[in-house]
């Protein structure tokens, strides 16, 4: 009874930025963590960036100085701020929600980088 939607994907030239949203409705309560991660095709589904209940982060080391995992309580809704993508950023990324020993996941949303 959970659901995530996602939104803030599309096309942009390299060297650019995106700010991807997830706005979480349902009974949400025990978060364990929220997290982006983004499947290239050809490539396995990787974490991109994450946060704990706690506020602690992880980003993957391609995403590091350049990605920017956030979260708004007030309003649900987890963010990643995306700063000058690359090409290789080209994926779909998904957003998930850890509750208690269940996760959810977003639906995904296309991001193409051009160079």
């Known amino acids: 009874q959970v659901q995530l939607v996602e939104s803030g994907g599309g096309l942009v030239q390299a060297g650019g930025s995106l700010r991807l949203s997830c706005a979480a409705s349902?009974?949400?309560?025990?978060?364990?963590?929220n997290g982006w991660y983004r499947q290239a095709p050809g490539k396995q589904r990787e974490l991109v960036a994450a946060?704990?209940?706690?506020?602690?982060?992880n980003y993957a080391n391609s995403v590091k100085g350049r990605f920017t995992i956030s979260r708004d309580n007030a309003k649900n809704t987890l963010y990643l701020q995306m700063n000058s993508l690359k090409p290789e950023d080209t994926a779909v990324y998904y957003c998930?929600?850890?509750?208690?020993?269940?996760?959810?996941w977003g639906q995904g949303t296309q991001v193409t980088v051009s160079s």
């Open positions: 349902g009974s949400i309560f025990s978060i364990i963590a």
């Open positions: 998930k929600i850890t509750l208690g020993a269940y996760a959810y």
């Open positions: 946060v704990t209940s706690g506020g602690v982060t």
